[in-house]
Nanobody
């Protein structure tokens, strides 16, 4: 069973920083894509950033480019999302997710890519106050 344990959310002021962590266990393949989605109240869930284990390719949605950095620690099977210069519009529940079915970054931005997400972590709330 795949398990994703997310942590690191909290309340920060505009311009502040947070780092989210996602510890993964039980992923059945050596190549997969792991990363973060978010969902704000009343909005659809959207892909934020992900990284592919096989070639370290990375995706960021446009609104977080230059502010967020995704990284991984293979020894700890943990993925991090460092979030800087946070804005109120970044406020959302952030979910860690993994796609080992297609191992494609497009799961994070394609119109129907989320169907290939094999496991979701519990959400962690990020609130950015103005």
């Amino acid at each position: 069973e795949v398990q994703l344990q997310a942590s690191g959310g909290g309340l920060v002021q505009t311009g502040g920083s947070l780092t989210l962590s996602c510890a993964a266990a039980g992923i059945p393949f050596d190549d997969y894509v792991i990363g973060w989605f978010r969902q704000a109240p009343g909005k659809e869930r959207e892909g934020v950033s992900c990284i592919r284990l096989g070639d370290s390719s990375i995706y960021y949605r446009d609104s977080v480019k230059g502010r967020f950095t995704i990284s991984r620690d293979n020894a700890k099977s943990t993925v991090y999302l460092e979030m800087n210069s946070l804005k109120p519009e970044d406020s959302a529940v952030y979910y860690c997710a993994v796609n080992w079915v297609t191992a494609s970054l497009s799961s994070w931005y394609g119109s129907s890519g989320q169907r290939y997400i094999g496991a979701w972590g519990q959400g962690t709330l990020v609130t950015v106050s103005s």
